[in-house]
Nanobody, 125 residues
């Protein structure tokens, strides 16, 4: 069993920044892909970015490329999402996830087995 604990959400004005954290504990998988998603009310869960753990390759959705940055601390089994130039349309619940069998990039939520509880990000205009 893997537990994912997110933190760092909150309220920020448009143009501001936030940094989310996701710490993995329990039976962690040292070579699994980890990712960030978000879900706004009434919308489907949206892929943002992921990292392939074996080589640290990162991939971004066009909607966040250049504004969001995924990084990791392998010693702590933790990933981070630095979000800059935030917009009101970035308002959503943000989730981190692990794909136990994933070794490559995947943008599909169905490929990820474990999910955090989510953290709310609200961007005011």
């Amino acid at each position: 069993q893997v537990q994912l604990l997110e933190s760092g959400g909150g309220l920020v004005q448009a143009g501001g920044s936030l940094r989310l954290s996701c710490a993995a504990s329990g039976r962690t998988f040292s070579s699994s892909t980890m990712g960030w998603f978000r879900q706004a009310p009434g919308k489907e869960r949206e892929f943002l970015t992921c990292i392939t753990w074996s080589n640290g390759f990162t991939y971004y959705a066009d909607s966040v490329k250049g504004r969001f940055t995924l990084s990791r601390d392998t010693a702590k089994n933790t990933i981070y999402l630095q979000m800059n130039s935030l917009k009101p349309e970035d308002t959503a619940v943000y989730y981190c996830a692990v794909g136990r069998q994933l070794r490559i990039v995947s943008t599909s939520p169905s490929q990820y087995d474990y999910w955090g509880q989510g953290t709310q990000v609200t961007v005011s205009s």
